[in-house]
């Protein structure tokens, strides 16, 4: 029994050395196709950004996956504030069921917007904007003495 459980921990090992080197060529491969793919996010704001946070490397490749996964994570944000919006928009209105909006247009709200960034650990602050008279925004009075 020994000697049974020790050559399949040997083929384990076997396996698990071959599934890195599958790991390791596909790794190698998906990097170079990073040379031919042009991302949505542009190399020169992915550096700049990257610099501000203090890392430079000069590897085009690494760039570009660090754009890839810009772009997945603000596409996984937009889709989940979508499906907020959707939400919002089915629910029923309680103050009046008759007024339900005809026009199904989905419109982003921050609410939305903050909803689905909370969820990846982002909280997002936006002030409030009222006015507190109806004068505010326009020129002051003048004083006439």
Do not use: W
């Not at 499906?83 to 089915?90: E, F, G």
């Not at 026009?103 to 689905?116: F, G, H, Q, W, Y």
């Amino acid at each position: 029994m020994m000697s049974g459980s020790g050559n399949s921990s040997g083929a384990a090992s076997t396996a698990g050395a071959d599934g890195r080197h599958d790991d390791d060529a596909a790794l190698t491969e998906f990097l170079s196709s990073l040379m031919d793919y042009t991302p949505t996010i542009p190399d020169e704001l992915v550096e700049h950004y990257l610099g501000r946070s203090g890392f430079n490397c000069p590897d085009l490749r690494l760039t570009r996956l660090v754009a890839v996964a810009t772009q997945k994570f603000i596409s996984d944000i937009a889709s989940d504030a979508l499906q907020h919006s959707k939400a919002r928009v089915a629910a029923p209105i309680k103050d009046n069921k008759s007024k339900q909006p005809k026009d199904k247009r989905l419109v982003l709200t921050m609410e939305d917007l903050s909803k689905a960034l909370r969820e990846y650990g982002v909280n997002l602050k936006h002030p409030e904007y009222f006015a507190d008279s109806p004068l505010t925004g326009t020129d002051p009075p003048t004083r006439e003495e």
